[in-house]
C-alpha cells in the first residue's frame, strides 16, 4: 500500500502524545515512561508517531516540501514500532505502515541518505547488509560438517543471517546455534553461499525495490531446495521472512521459526536437556521485530464504511503488538539452571529499542548508541549481570555504547547461555 | 510570519541551536499552523528569556504541554515545554507535589501510588500534563479545578516571574493564598477567554490519600490489559437507574455519605468504550449493555481503608442503590471486565477510546454547575442529537450525556458530546451547529452560560449576562500584558 492509502489513518491522530510513552497504564513512575527513542532524543513533536503521521497527511494533501529537516526526522528512526502499540491502545488507525511508506517514498522520490545508499550498494554487491563484509559468507562454518540445504535434503534450514555470518564478534552466535541443534538432533542445513540478506532492513531503511528482490531471491532458492521449515537468530530476519514475505505475498507454506520458538520447542518436547548450571542474574531485551513486530501479518484489504465510524468493510484487524514473540525466550531462559531473570520496566510489546534498527546504526550512529545506552541504564537497574537478547543487531549495539560508557553489564545472545548450559 | 535572521539568533542563544526550529516541515506536526519558530525551553530562566524577547520583538507567543489542544494564531513563536517535564518534590508530610509542564499525570500518579498518595487527574486522560486543572473522575475524593493548584510559579506575558501563595513568601509551595501574594483569579481563572496569558512553569497540587495497591496487578498484552486479581477492600459496579431523578438522588446520597472513592456517570456507551479494544467490538457490546440497562446510571469505586470500612461503604451503597430502584450491570461484575474498569478509570487510560476512537474528532459542551440543573439541560442536548445519529452524522451513543458529583455532589460536571468524521464535511457542520443551538438554549433557558462558546456569542450574549466579565478580563489582560504578545484562548493541556 502506498502513502495515499493511510491518508485516513493519519487524519485519525489527535495528537495526544499517547506514542510518546509506554500505554498509560504500564507506566511506573518517572523513570523510564516514555517509548519512543527519537523523542526523547529530538524532542520536537515531529520526531514522535504523531508527529511523523501529521506531517505526512499535511505533505500528502499540500505537496512534498523535501528539506534537511525532514530528511533528519525521516531518517531518524529505528522503525521499533513501539508508537505504533501504544497509540493501538487506545485507537484503530495505523502508525508505522505510513511511516514506512513515507521513507519509502522519500527513497523512490531519490531523497536518501549516503549512509544508508553505501549499505544498500554493498547488499547489491555482496547480498549483505554489512558493508566492507570480505571473503565468503559461509567462511565461519568451515570443518563443522554442515549440510548444504541447497543440495540435500533437511528438516530444518537454518538462516545465519548477515551479521552472524560476516561479523567476527557475531559469528560465535551461529556457531552456538549449530552446536545447539547438532545437540537436539535436529536435521537441519544451511545455505552455504547461496544464502543472501533477507531484506527486511533494506525495507525499513525505505529500499522497497531491493527488499522485494531480496525476497524474491532467497523464496526461489528455498522453494527449489524443498525447504519447508526455516529457522533463524536474528530477529530482523524472523520479521522478514515470516511477516514482510507474508505481506507481500512470497512466503507461501513457508514455517517461520526463530531460534527462541524452536529451543523452547525442543526443549519441551525433551529433545534439547540444560543440564549445566549458569549462575547468572539477567534481564531479557525484547528485540522490536521479534517482539511487537514479529506478529503475523494479517492479510486484508477493505473500504471505509460511509458514516460516522472509523470502520471498514470487511472489518479490519489491527496488529497490535499481542501476538509477538514474548513468551519462548523467556522460557528458554527459566529453562538453564542458574539463571535468575529480572524484568525491566519497558518489556514485550513495549519494549524500547536497542537503537540499530531501521538503520539508524549506520546514518546517524551517536544516536544508535544514545538509545542503546538508555536501555542499559535501564538493564542495570534490574540489578541484573547481564542483558541477554535474541538478535546478533542487539548484542552489537548493546557492546559498543557499554565500550563507551564503562558499565561492567555483560550482554550475551541467548543461544550463547544454552550452549552454556547443554 | 518568519523570523529575521538576527531574532531567530537571540532566541538560538537563549536555548541552543538543537532546541529552535523554524523549518515548515515540522509545522504539520504542531496543528495546521505555521509558526515563526518552535522553541523548547529547559527551565524558568530560559522561559523568561524567551519571554522577554517576545516582548522586546513584539512577538506573539503560546505554551503548550502534551500539546492536544489549543487555539493558536499564525506566525506566533510556540513554546513546547517539552523538555520540562521533572518531578521536582513530593512532599509525602505536607501532601503535595510540585511539578514541571510536560510532567504527565501517569508518572506522578505511578510516584504517588507508592506512596499511598493520588491527585486529580483531569478527565482529558493521564496522558495530559498533570499541572493542568479541571475535573475529572475521581472528584469524588480529590475534588476538582483551582482547589488542587497550591503555590504556582508564573512567568507573566512581560516576562517576570511571579510565585504565588506560600512560594511568594517562604520558598514553600503548600499553599496557593498565602502567606504570600494570592492571585487565584488570574492564574486559575475559570474559562476562556480568561485562560491564563504567560507560562506556568511550576505548581504545586495538591494530593490525597489512596487506599489503593503501590501498583494495579496488570496482566495480559495491549491492547487488552487485565488485573490478575481486584485488590483488597476495592469494588467496582456499574448501576443503572429507572429515571434521571432516582439516578441523581442516589447520586447525591453517596455524595453526602462520603463512600465513594470514585464516582463517574459514564452512560453505556462509555463503559462500551472502555472495556472493548476496537471499533466493532464496541458497537457490539454497545448494544448489548443497551439492552441490560434500566436507564441512566453510574459507575462507581469504593475502596475501604481496612476490610471493615470496605463491609461498611459497601452496605451504605447497597441502601443507597436499593432505595433508588437501582440495578448492577451484570457484564461489569465479571471480575474480568471490573478489573479493567477499575484499573483504567483510576489511572484514567481511556479517555481516547471514548472519545477519539470511534470518529476520529468529538465536539463537547462541558459545564460544571448545580449538578441537577445541568442534567435537566443535558437531557435535551441529548434529545437534540438523534436528528444527527438518524443521518449518521454522529455515532449513536443512545443520544447519551455523562457527568458526575464534585465532593459531596451537590455541585458536578454535566458533559455530552458528538462523535464524529472530521472529514465529513456535513456532519462537522451539523455537529458545530448542535453545539451552538445547545449553548443558546442553556443561556435562554437559564441554566447555564456556556463560556466556551464563539468569541461573538462570548461578545453578545454569553458576556454581558454574566456581570460583562469579558470586559473586566480584557482590562486585566491589557494590564499584565501591554505589549499584547499573548493571544487569547485556548488550554494548557
Known amino acids: 500500500m502506498a502513502l495515499e492509502q493511510y491518508h485516513g489513518d493519519m487524519k485519525m491522530c489527535c495528537r495526544c502524545s499517547a506514542c510518546k510513552f509506554i500505554p498509560m497504564q504500564r507506566v511506573k513512575g518517572a523513570d523510564y515512561s516514555y517509548v519512543c527513542p527519537s523523542i526523547s532524543r529530538y524532542k520536537f513533536h515531529s520526531y514522535s508517531g504523531g508527529g511523523r503521521v501529521n506531517i505526512g497527511a499535511a505533505m500528502l494533501e499540500k505537496g512534498f516540501n523535501y528539506t534537511d529537516k525532514l530528511l533528519h526526522i525521516v531518517y531518524n528512526c529505528q522503525m521499533c514500532g513501539a508508537c505504533d502499540i501504544s497509540c493501538k491502545y487506545a485507537m484503530d488507525m495505523e502508525v508505522l505502515l505510513p511511516i514506512n511508506e513515507f521513507r519509502i517514498k522519500c527513497v523512490e522520490d531519490g531523497h536518501t541518505h549516503p549512509a544508508l545508499d553505501k549499505v544498500i550498494n554493498s547488499l547489491r554487491k555482496q547480498g549483505t547488509m554489512v558493508p566492507g563484509a570480505r571473503g565468503k559468507r559461509a567462511a565461519w562454518a568451515e570443518g563443522l560438517g554442515l549440510k548444504d540445504a541447497t543440495k540435500e535434503k533437511v528438516e530444518v534450514y537454518y538462516h545465519v543471517g548477515c551479521l552472524a555470518s560476516y561479523d567476527k564478534d557475531m559469528q560465535k552466535l551461529a556457531k552456538a546455534t549449530v552446536k545447539i541443534l547438532k545437540k537436539a538432533g535436529v536435521n537441519f542445513g544451511i545455505g552455504y553461499e547461496n544464502e543472501t540478506c533477507c531484506g527486511g532492513r533494506a525495507f525499513q531503511m525505505g529500499y522497497k525495490e531491493d527488499f522485494l528482490n531480496q525476497a524474491r531471491k532467497n523464496m526461489e532458492m528455498l522453494k527449489k531446495a524443498g525447504v519447508k521449515t526455516l529457522v533463524t537468530g536474528c530477529a530482523d530476519g524472523y520479521q522478514a521472512f515470516k511477516v514482510l514475505y507474508d505481506k507481500y505475498n512470497l512466503k507461501g507454506d513457508l514455517e517461520v521459526l526463530h531460534i527462541t520458538e524452536l529451543m523452547a520447542r525442543l526443549i519441551k518436547e525433551g529433545k534439547l536437556k540444560l543440564n549445566k548450571k549458569v549462575n547468572l542474574n539477567v534481564t531479557y531485551h525484547d528485540p522490536c521485530y521479534l517482539g511487537r513486530l514479529g506478529e503475523p501479518w494479517i492479510h486484508w484489504e477493505g473500504k471505509k464504511v460511509p458514516g460516522d465510524r472509523f470502520v471498514f468493510d470487511p472489518p479490519k484487524t489491527y496488529r497490535r503488538g499481542t501476538h509477538g514473540v514474548y513468551e519462548p525466550p523467556r522460557d528458554v531462559l527459566k529453562s538453564i539452571p542458574g539463571v535468575k531473570l529480572a524484568e525491566m520496566t519497558r518489556i514485550k510489546e513495549y519494549s524500547w529499542c536497542c537503537g540499530a534498527g531501521g538503520g539508524v546504526n549506520e546514518s546517524n550512529p551517536e544516536f544508535a548508541e544514545w538509545t542503546a545506552q538508555k536501555r542499559i541504564e535501564e538493564a542495570v537497574s534490574t540489578g541484573a549481570e547481564a542483558i541477554v537478547s535474541a538478535c546478533p543487531w542487539c548484542e552489537k549495539t548493546f557492546n559498543e555504547a557499554i565500550k563507551e560508557s564503562e558499565s561492567s553489564l555483560k550482554v550475551h545472545d541467548i543461544v550463547e547461555l544454552v550452549e552454556k548450559a547443554i | ?493
Open chain 2, 1 to 493: 510570519m518568519a523570523l529575521s535572521k538576527e531574532v531567530y539568533k537571540e532566541f538560538e542563544d537563549v536555548v541552543g541551536e538543537e532546541n529552535i526550529c523554524d523549518d515548515p516541515a515540522i509545522m504539520p506536526s504542531y496543528y495546521s499552523t505555521e509558526f515563526a519558530a518552535v522553541i523548547l525551553p529547559k527551565d524558568t530562566a530560559e522561559v523568561q528569556a524567551i519571554v522577554k524577547l517576545c516582548n522586546k520583538h513584539k512577538l506573539q507567543f503560546r505554551p503548550i504541554c502534551t500539546g492536544w489542544t489549543g487555539v493558536f494564531p499564525k506566525g506566533i513563536i510556540l513554546l513546547d515545554l517539552r523538555r520540562m517535564n521533572h518531578i521536582i518534590e513530593i512532599n509525602e508530610k505536607n501532601m503535595y507535589a510540585v511539578v514541571e509542564p510536560y510532567v504527565i499525570s501517569a508518572e506522578l500518579q505511578a510516584e504517588l501510588m507508592k506512596r499511598g498518595l493520588n491527585f486529580c487527574i483531569k478527565g482529558a486522560g493521564t496522558n495530559c500534563s498533570a499541572l493542568l486543572r479541571g475535573h475529572g473522575h475521581m472528584d469524588q475524593t480529590t475534588s476538582g479545578d483551582d482547589r488542587n493548584h497550591l503555590a504556582i510559579e508564573w512567568v507573566t506575558p512581560e516576562g517576570d516571574i511571579v510565585k504565588s501563595g506560600s512560594l511568594g513568601s517562604s520558598d514553600e509551595w503548600y499553599c496557593g493564598d498565602g502567606p504570600g501574594p494570592s492571585i487565584r483569579s488570574i492564574l486559575t481563572s475559570a474559562v476562556p477567554p480568561g485562560v491564563t496569558p504567560g507560562v506556568f512553569t511550576k505548581a504545586a497540587m495538591k494530593l490525597y490519600h489512596w487506599p489503593g495497591p503501590a501498583r494495579f496487578p496488570i496482566v495480559g498484552k495491549s491492547p487488552k490489559y487485565t488485573l490478575s486479581e481486584i485488590p483488597p477492600n476495592m469494588m467496582a459496579r456499574y448501576f443503572s437507574f429507572p429515571s434521571v431523578e432516582k439516578m441523581w438522588q442516589a447520586e447525591l446520597k453517596i455524595g453526602e455519605s462520603e463512600i465513594a472513592y470514585e464516582l463517574m456517570g459514564f452512560n453505556a456507551a462509555m463503559v462500551a468504550c472502555n472495556i472493548t479494544t476496537c471499533n466493532e467490538e464496541e458497537e457490539e457490546v454497545f448494544g448489548r449493555i443497551s439492552k441490560e440497562v434500566q436507564g441512566p446510571g453510574f459507575f462507581i469505586i469504593i475502596a475501604g481503608n481496612s476490610p471493615e470500612d470496605f463491609e461498611f461503604k459497601k452496605k451504605v451503597l447497597q441502601k443507597i442503590i436499593s432505595d433508588a430502584d437501582g440495578r448492577s450491570l451484570k457484564s461489569v461484575e465479571n471480575p474480568e471486565t471490573e478489573g479493567i474498569l477499575l484499573c483504567q478509570c483510576i489511572r484514567i487510560s481511556a479517555s481516547i477510546r471514548e472519545t477519539f476512537r470511534a470518529g476520529g474528532a468529538f465536539n463537547s459542551i462541558p459545564v460544571m454547575g448545580q449538578r441537577d440543573l445541568t442534567i435537566k439541560w443535558a437531557i435535551g442536548a441529548g434529545k437534540a442529537k438523534e436528528p444527527l445519529i438518524k443521518k449518521g452524522f454522529i455515532v449513536d451513543d443512545g443520544g447519551a450525556f455523562f457527568g458526575w458529583g464534585v465532593e459531596q455532589g451537590h455541585l458536578g460536571k454535566t458533559e455530552i458530546f458528538c462523535k464524529f468524521d472530521p472529514l465529513n464535511a456535513e456532519a462537522k457542520a451539523a455537529v458545530e451547529g448542535w453545539q451552538k443551538e445547545q449553548s443558546k438554549r442553556a443561556l435562554k433557558e437559564r441554566y447555564f452560560a456556556n463560556t466556551l462558546a464563539s468569541d461573538d456569542e462570548v461578545e453578545h450574549e454569553i458576556g454581558p449576562s454574566l456581570s460583562n466579565y469579558h470586559l473586566w478580563w480584557r482590562k486585566l489582560r491589557a494590564a499584565i500584558d501591554p505589549n499584547g504578545v499573548t493571544p487569547g484562548g485556548g488550554a494548557l493541556v
